[in-house]
């Protein structure tokens, strides 16, 4: 029985040192890591972005294998990257169309396709572009 106590005792002393300052910082790396990739995503090919992608993943679940959970946390880690990925990629459609909302000043963007919708009615047709930077 004082295995079991000993085994418990260290499990809640591991979980015990800093995990607000831990969940803090692991929160402040993923902001961070989605800020870099948004950086990173408008100049460098897939070919790298998806190894920072992984790494970003293992370095997740290590973070919150710190904070002492084991079962939930390659999930936890899965989702963070998902939602990583997916909010890197509405900044990436936002930066388009802030390009095309400049108004006044040089802009140099390669359209590389054009979608024409079809006109309802009296309603003109709508263009919609597709840029690369």
Same mark, same amino acid.
């Given at each position: 029985?004082?295995?079991?106590?000993?085994?418990?005792?260290?499990?809640? =002393? +591991? +979980?015990? #040192?800093?995990?607000? /300052?831990?969940?803090?910082? &692991?929160?402040?790396?993923?902001?961070?890591?989605? @800020?870099?990739?948004?950086?990173?995503? !408008?100049?460098?090919?897939?070919? &790298? /972005? &998806?190894?920072?992608?992984?790494?970003? !993943?293992?370095?997740? &679940?290590?973070?919150?294998?710190?904070?002492?959970?084991?079962?939930?946390?390659?999930?936890?880690?899965?989702?963070?990257?998902?939602?990583?990925?997916?909010?890197? =990629?509405? @900044?990436?459609?936002? +930066?388009?169309?802030?390009? /095309?909302?400049?108004?006044? $000043? +040089?802009?140099?963007?390669?359209?590389?396709?054009?979608?024409? $919708?079809?006109? $309802?009615? #009296?309603?003109?047709?709508?263009?919609?572009?597709?840029?690369?930077?």
């Amino acid at each position: 029985m004082s295995s079991v106590t000993g085994t418990s005792d260290e499990a809640h =002393g +591991r +979980r015990g #040192r800093c995990p607000v /300052l831990l969940a803090v910082g &692991i929160a402040c790396y993923v902001l961070a890591v989605i @800020a870099g990739m948004y950086v990173l995503s !408008g100049s460098v090919g897939l070919a &790298i /972005l &998806i190894p920072l992608w992984v790494v970003h !993943g293992v370095l997740l &679940i290590v973070g919150i294998r710190k904070l002492g959970a084991r079962e939930s946390s390659l999930a936890a880690a899965l989702f963070i990257v998902a939602a990583s990925v997916m909010s890197v =990629g509405v @900044a990436d459609i936002a +930066r388009d169309d802030l390009t /095309l909302q400049q108004r006044g $000043e +040089r802009v140099v963007a390669t359209v590389v396709s054009e979608r024409l $919708e079809e006109a $309802e009615g #009296r309603k003109s047709r709508d263009s919609f572009y597709t840029l690369e930077h």
